[in-house]
């Protein structure tokens, strides 16, 4: 499986912006996914996970309210619009799934769950 992750960018306090990820899968239908970010000097932390369908989403709180993710089978693509940007929301944002036949040893918000993830795209948030 391979991941790109696109759409990062510099923006002020306040703006918005919409990342892509493009997966190249035959079926992404059988994948389910997420967005985790990283902050310099920080660890890696969840952001946001979809289903397989895009039935169930999940946010984390920092993000809950102001971030949505979505995705598109047909396209094999996930996306995560995120708007009213803070400068807490500045790092590389990593795409990542694991395909919905594996055991679910780890929660779904816990990077362990994910098996194969992109390069990552920066956001980065001017106050």
């Known amino acids: 499986v391979q991941l790109q992750a696109f759409g990062g960018g510099l923006v002020e306090a306040g703006g918005s912006l919409r990342l892509s990820c493009a997966a190249s899968?035959?079926?992404?239908?059988?994948?389910?996914a997420a967005w985790f970010r990283q902050a310099p000097g920080e660890e890696r932390e969840f952001v946001s996970g979809?289903?397989?369908?895009?039935?169930?989403?999940w946010y984390s709180d920092s993000v809950n309210g102001r971030f949505t993710v979505s995705r598109d089978n047909a396209r094999s693509t996930m996306y995560l619009q995120m708007d009213n940007l803070k400068p807490e929301d500045t790092g590389v944002y990593f795409c990542?799934?694991?395909?919905?036949?594996?055991?679910?040893?780890?929660?779904?918000?816990?990077?362990?769950?994910?098996?194969?993830w992109g390069q990552g795209t920066q956001v980065t948030v001017s106050s």
């Open positions: 899968v035959r079926d992404f239908s059988r994948w389910k």
């Open positions: 979809i289903s397989w369908s895009g039935g169930r989403t």
């Open positions: 990542a799934v694991e395909c919905i036949s594996a055991a679910a040893v780890f929660t779904d918000t816990n990077s362990k769950a994910y098996s194969d």
